[in-house]
């Protein structure tokens, strides 16, 4: 098992920077890829970065790109999610998630999720 609590959000004006934690628990965090997902009010939840067990190698949603920097602390046990110039349409609840095969882009990709952490950009 490994349990995932995120921490960060809050009310951000647009252009705004955060930056989210996500804190591990559990197993051997650097066993796992990590995941960034995001669910605006009644949108389904979409996939924001990923990063490999090592950190080497990550993955972004397009529209992310330049924004946002996934990293993390293994060390720590914790992975990031650095998010600057916000929009209004990065407004939603922020979830990490975890998996031994790193990768994934879809929900299905991960066996272990936080609770979430708002984050809402005002215009």
């Known amino acids: 098992q490994v349990q995932l609590v995120e921490s960060g959000g809050r009310l951000v004006q647009t252009g705004g920077s955060l930056r989210l934690s996500c804190a591990a628990s559990?197993?051997?965090?650097?066993?796992?890829?990590m995941g960034w997902f995001r669910q605006a009010p009644g949108k389904e939840r979409e996939f924001v970065a990923a990063m490999s067990w090592s950190g080497g190698s990550t993955i972004y949603k397009d529209s992310v790109k330049g924004r946002f920097t996934i990293s993390r602390d293994n060390a720590k046990n914790t992975v990031y999610l650095q998010m600057i110039s916000l929009k209004p349409e990065d407004t939603a609840v922020y979830s990490c998630?975890?998996?031994?095969?790193?990768?994934?882009?879809?929900?299905?990709?991960?066996?272990?999720w936080g609770q979430g952490t708002q984050v809402t950009v005002s215009s």
């Open positions: 998630a975890a998996d031994r095969v790193w990768g994934a882009t879809t929900p299905k990709g991960y066996n272990y």
């Open positions: 559990g197993r051997t965090f650097r066993d796992y890829g």
